[in-house]
Structure formats: C-alpha cells, structure tokens
C-alpha cells in the first residue's frame, strides 16, 4: 500500500489521545472511548500466588492451609494437555515439572485398583462433570508436593464382602508425607479401603466441596505420632457413610466448617459409627456444620482438643465432645462462613464435580508465567477447551502468536481499565529477519491470531514503531494481524499509524469472522483492513494526523473476496480525528498482488464522522477504481457526513440485509454480540 511521509513521533500520538481522553465518550458506552495510557511493568507475583480466576461461583485459588506457606499452585507454569485414556493420565500425572492435566470422560483404570502416582507441581482436573477414574486410585508418595486435584469422580474399586477394607487398600487417593494439596469439588464412592487416606505427616492440605458416600471408612488423617498435619476441611458432604467423616489422628491443626453428614449408614454398631473424631494430640475447631441422622456426631479423645461452634444437630444420637481451647484458625487465614441452617442447601447444591469446572484453564501472567508468549506455548495443539491467560496490570514488550493450531484462547487484562494492560513491539514490515528477508504483515505484528475463537478483552495492543525516526521502505507496521475465525475483542485498544489491525482469512477465498465492540482504534492510513468479514460496534476510530493539508490517510482497505458479501461493517460507532477538515478517506479497495477477485465491501452505518471526511471519502487504489468495490454509508451523521454525488448511500432495503447478525452468523449463527 502506499505509504504517506509523516514526521510525527509516536510519543505524541500518545499525548493527542490522552488529552482527548474525555472528548470521545460514547454515551451508550463510556469505557468504550477511554483513551489508552502506557501501563506500569507488571508487579512480581506473590509467594505463593495461586491462579486467580472465577469459573461461575468457583474460585481457582486454593484457601485454609493449602494457601500458607508458600501456597499451592498445581501444574501452573507448565504445559495444558488433555488426557482421555488411563496410560494418559499415569504419563502425565507421574512426569517431572508441571503440568495441568485436563480429564475428559470415563477412565477404567487396569489392573483392577492400580495405583496412578502423582508428582510434585501437578493439577489434574475434570473437564466438566463427566469426568471419572473407575476403580483406580491416585497415589501422592512421600516427598510430593504442590498437587491440585478437582472436578473427579473416583469411584468403584470396592470388593464384594470386603466391607471393612482388609483385604485390599484400593483408595480413591492416598498421599504419604505430602504437603500443600488441594482436593477439591470430587465425588468418592464405593472404593476398597478409605475413600481420602491424607497420611504421615501431609501437611497445609485443604479438602473442600467434596462428596464421600455409599462407604464404610471414608476420609482418614493422620498413622502417625508426629503432630504435625495442619488441614482445612470444608463444605463437604458425606452421606451413606460409616464412619471418618473424618477421623483426624495427631493432626497439629483441624479446621472443620460447613460440613454436611447426612444419612449414616446405620448397622447397629455402637462404636465405629461417627461423625468426626479428635483423636491423639489433634486439635480441632468445628464450625457452622449440620448433622443429620448421625451417631456420635463429634467426639474427641481424652489427648485430644475440640471446640465446636454453631453447628446444628438433627436426629443424633451419642457423643458431642468439647475439650479444651484448641486453635483459633483466623489468626492463620481468612475465611467466611455460611451460616448453619443453609448448609444442607449450599453443599448438597455445590459439592461434587462441576459442570463448569475445568472447561477453562487459567494460565496467570506473569505469575506463573514470565511471559504472554511463554503462557500461550502452554496451550495444547489442538486445544479443545477455553484457555484464559489473566495478564497482571503492566507493559509487556514482546511478539505474542497464538498458532493456527492453538484455539479457544483467551487474553484477558485483569487491571480496572484496558490502559492498564499493553502489549506492544515496535517491528515494521521492512525490517530484516535473520535470513535477510523482510517481516511483511505477518512479522510486523506484535499480536498474530491464527486460531478459531480466541477472545480478547480489557487490554491494549500497540505497535510503537516510530516511523519519524527511521527511514525504511515498509514502515507499515501492525499492531495485531488475525487470520483465524470466530474472533472477539471486547474492551481493547489497537494503537498504531499504517496498517494498525488488519483482519484477514488464511486464503482469499476462506471466510474468517471478527467482531470488536466497545474499543478504541486509532491509525493513519489503511489501518482497518484485511479481507475477513469484520464488524466494529460501539467503538471509537481515531484518524490520526500526519500533518498534511490535502490527504492524512484512509480509514480502511477491504480486500473482500468478491463471493462474501459481507467484508468491513463499522457500526454504532463514532470515528474522531485532529486532522485537519476535509483530508481524510474512508478507505479505498486494495487487491493484494493486483488481485481482481479481491473487491472490497465496506458499510459505515448509524456512525458519527467529523469534519475531517472528505466530500468524497473513498480513493482508487493502484489501478482499481473505488467504484468497483463495494463502499457505502448508511445513516451517517455528524459534521463529516454530509451527502454528496460521491457517496453511495445504502437503501433501507439492502441495509436491513447488512446487520450485525449477517455479517457474523455465518453457517453456525455464531453470535458474540447477543452474548452480554
């Protein structure tokens, strides 16, 4: 394309958009034209830190004791991967470095009762609530550390007759010596021994919102004489079970709270049917639990030390000991608890594996990744579930590419406003690679998309290429480059001069879709362009000056294929500029290689266009005639709309063709705008 001389820097592009930082608003939307500002270096993470994401009402980050002393993290940090089959599972589980390892569907593990081992720095996750491992258990040897398990049913590995569990040890999981392990939202039932077996001295574990029924001996703690396991247990279930639900044996620490036990299994036995138990030297608190049809629903050795507070008892029988101060487990974490009466409703409700759990891995930056890249290299080929990289407030100065093969991601900035959050480069299409080739469009851009549904919002892309202070054939330089399909930016800022966001298909004669609302885009010449099908709504186009009195550039340069009928919609919207009054285009046609098939199809609907539109907004490019292409207004307003003989006006007819709904619904009604 042709490029226009220009000798302002980028710094004071910068400055003119942070002084209009209030002259823009859309009153429909007013974060949508917040101008955006260089951000701070993103802070060091925490000790600790855990992935700091909600999926619905579940939070990510592990809390009680599984939060202290350095926090539990699983497999964050290291590569995504799904695993489908039981030898998956073992491969990934038992490998060295983390891993987060997503489990779709039902694995029967063989030998009947084989151990799956788990290292150290692992998350193994359900996806969905779906996921099961049949008669199989998951083993933690000593010495293993920082292990997240979630969302699992494990389930089947009883022995008829075997009902006391002597015969077998096949345990839904057992850890020995482990430490920081979070087992959370799991269903177990009918295994061969224990159901949760936390042994020798584990320590800063936290067991919530799990389901333990149709058992015997449910969740164990302790085979050991040392005082040392510190253990948070909260809003479990056990329900059709015998007993250990918990036993909790030499345990330094016992946090229970908003637990349900329900519907014990009732065999007459006087002894070895209980709720929970303080055994040894353990200290335990209880609090705002509920026991319903329970024999000895707390009970504490004469060693032991228990303090129970506004639980609520409802057919019981038996033992409810109180011995002893015990601990106060605030002076150790936070916490909020639920009040009695609703727990029956909360755990029956929110235990157990989750429909929208593990459907979204949450990869932190720069928390459990240095980079933006290094988080998207965690992304499986072939990825089939969300992957939402959280960026910290801050600048990262870095190419960021999300491969053709590496869909579903999201990039979302977690600052208060999408100026906290920049992704910026400053390579033009000029510059050499290695090889002594130039970038092109491809190399230039600081963010390519290639993969299908990728989303991005509450951040900023930026190319700060400063085209005033090197002289380069190729000065075009992008700030993001998609090819991929079903792509959606929300809340974000494109900041760049030529060529800032271009929206493309892998071939001219592929459809690719991309809808961006409540943003910010900002550039000089061809700086919208690309033969996707592309719809912006809701949003602020800033046409930047360059400072000459006859022609400042072109808004867009649509390359449609000349079978789509839908290229470039801008919508709803408001376009804005400093350039001087009639010296800017609304775009032009642009045949790559002097492609006549490529025809451009531009709509500018229900849009405000300022002075600086030209009378005759669209330009010819390289040969080809912009009355060829495909260009019209529909419903313009504003000082830079006013009609002449050299602007198409769409009939209201065609227009009602031409909404927002065409233009992205393609075969598969794919409707991100109706998703609020």
Not at 331 to 347: E, N, T
Not at 557 to 582: C, F, H, M, Q
Not at 639 to 656: E, H, K, L, W
């Amino acid at each position: 394309m042709t490029h226009l001389r220009t000798s302002r820097t980028r710094g004071s592009t910068l400055a003119a958009v942070l002084a209009l930082a209030g002259a823009f608003l859309l009153p429909a939307s007013p974060a949508a034209a917040a101008a955006p500002a260089a951000a701070p270096a993103p802070p060091s993470a925490p000790a600790g830190a855990g992935p700091a994401a909600q999926h619905g009402t579940w939070s990510d980050t592990p809390h009680g004791f599984a939060s202290l002393a350095g926090g539990t993290t699983g497999g964050a940090g290291g590569p995504v991967v799904t695993v489908t089959t039981p030898a998956g599972l073992a491969q990934y589980a038992g490998a060295e470095g983390p891993y987060t390892i997503r489990v779709a569907g039902s694995l029967a593990v063989e030998p009947f009762g084989h151990d799956i081992d788990v290292t150290s720095d692992k998350t193994i996750v359900g996806v969905g609530d779906t996921a099961e491992i049949v008669h199989g258990e998951l083993h933690l040897n000593p010495g293993t550390h920082n292990v997240i398990i979630r969302n699992l049913t494990i389930r089947d590995s009883y022995i008829e007759g075997d009902w006391d569990g002597k015969t077998t040890d096949f345990d839904a999981i057992q850890m020995d010596t482990a430490d920081h392990v979070w087992i959370d939202h799991n269903r177990f039932t009918r295994m061969g021994d224990g159901l949760l077996d936390i042994r020798k001295d584990s320590r800063y574990i936290t067991v919530s919102y799990n389901q333990f029924a149709d058992h015997n001996k449910a969740f164990g703690i302790g085979w050991t004489t040392n005082v040392t396991t510190e253990i948070t247990i909260d809003h479990n279930w056990f329900t059709g079970t015998k007993q250990r639900n918990p036993s909790a044996d030499n345990c330094a620490y016992a946090h229970l709270y908003n637990n349900y036990v329900s519907a014990q299994v009732a065999d007459g036995d006087p002894v070895w049917t209980y709720g929970n138990w303080a055994r040894g030297a353990t200290k335990m608190v209880i609090e705002n639990s509920y026991y319903r049809d329970v024999q000895h629903p707390y009970q504490a050795d004469a060693t032991a030390q228990l303090v129970q507070r506004g639980s609520i008892l409802k057919n019981t029988t038996g033992r409810t000991d109180a011995r002893g101060a015990a601990f106060d487990p605030h002076a150790f974490y936070p916490y909020r608890l639920d009040r009695a009466a609703d727990v029956p409703g909360i755990v029956t409700r929110d235990s157990g594996p989750q429909k929208d759990i593990g459907t979204d891995t949450v990869l932190r930056v720069p928390a459990d990744y240095a980079t933006v890249q290094a988080a998207v290299d965690a992304v499986p080929q072939g990825n089939d579930g969300r992957i939402t990289v959280r960026l910290a407030p801050g600048t990262y100065r870095e190419h960021v590419r999300v491969g053709k093969n590496q869909p579903y991601v999201s990039l979302v900035g977690t600052g208060k406003r999408r100026s906290d959050t920049l992704i910026v480069f400053d390579t033009p299409q000029g510059a050499l690679k290695p090889d002594g080739t130039t970038q092109g469009s491809t190399g230039s851009a600081t963010v390519l998309v290639e993969g299908h549904d990728f989303t991005a919002e509450n951040l900023t892309f930026s190319n700060d290429f400063d085209e005033a202070a090197v002289e380069i054939s190729g000065e075009q330089a992008l700030a993001v480059k998609t090819t991929g399909d079903r792509l959606t930016f929300k809340n974000t800022a494109f900041l760049g001069n030529q060529d800032t966001l271009m929206t493309d298909t892998p071939a001219l004669t592929q459809k690719a879709r991309v809808y961006v609302t409540d943003s910010y885009v900002e550039g000089d010449v061809d700086f919208l362009y690309g033969r996707a099908t592309t719809v912006v709504e809701k949003s602020v186009i800033k046409a930047l000056s360059r400072g000459s009195d006859t022609n400042n550039g072109y808004i867009t340069a649509a390359s449609t294929w000349k079978e789509n009928p839908y290229g470039i919609l801008i919508t709803r919207s408001r376009v804005i500029s400093d350039a001087p009054a009639g010296t800017f285009h609304l775009g032009r046609p642009w045949h790559p290689s002097g492609n006549p098939d490529a025809i451009g199809q531009v709509l500018i609907r229900e849009t405000s266009l300022p002075a600086a539109v030209k009378a005759s907004p669209w330009s010819d490019m390289s040969g080809f005639p912009w009355r060829e292409a495909r260009f019209s207004e529909y419903r313009t307003h504003g000082p830079g709309a006013a009609a002449t003989t050299d602007r198409p006006q769409m009939s209201p007819a065609d227009a009602a063709l031409h909404e927002v709904d065409d233009y992205l619904a393609g075969d598969d009604g794919w409707a991100p705008h109706r998703r609020r």
